[in-house]
């Protein structure tokens, strides 16, 4: 068996992280902009940087250390793996837990969103789930599936037993034939609904 070695391209770390820091740093903006809105003083537009503008800063600060931790650390290790994002998620849920300025807080958040994006990375990164081959026709798939797990009817009786909606040929023969032996009836053959 072949195994192919991957090359690892190193990225550019810095231009990552300021890319990343520009978008958490407008998500924060806006995150403000609703939390100066909601509070109950009227403080004017302006309230979005003085009175809830560390949210902007906290934001920025988790994208810029999550993007350039989780760069860097794949640029030195050569690896692009599920540890990348999580020694990423530790630097950005520390930044989260400084605004606490407690050491637990710092380790709490720091560990909490490390295994949050570690696992969530390791399991295939994805919220809408497994990802199917495009090249295979949905319907073709389904279709083998069906026939891939059908059983013959004959095995499904033996194991079963007939009833419950689980009929093996000549059925009606069979019923009839019993209920004649048992109790002395005869029960006419039911004819199909056509």
Known sequence: MDTEEITYQPQDALASTIKATMITTA??????TIQNTLTKQNVGAMGVFSRTGGTIAVFAAMGGAYEFTKTASAN???KQDAWNPAIGGFFAGSMLGLKFRTAPAVLGYGA???VILGVFTYTGGRLSGYVRDPEVDEVSRKEYLRKNR???????????????????????????????????IDVPPRVPAA
């Open 27 to 32: 998500a924060g903006a806006f995150v403000s």
């Open 112 to 114: 909490f969103t490390a």
């Open 150 to 184: 059908r059983r013959p009817i004959d095995e499904v009786v033996n194991q079963l037993g007939e009833g419950r909606g689980i009929y093996g040929p000549g059925y009606e023969e069979r019923r009839a034939e019993r209920i004649k032996e048992r109790y002395g």
């Open 76 to 78: 030195l290790r050569r």
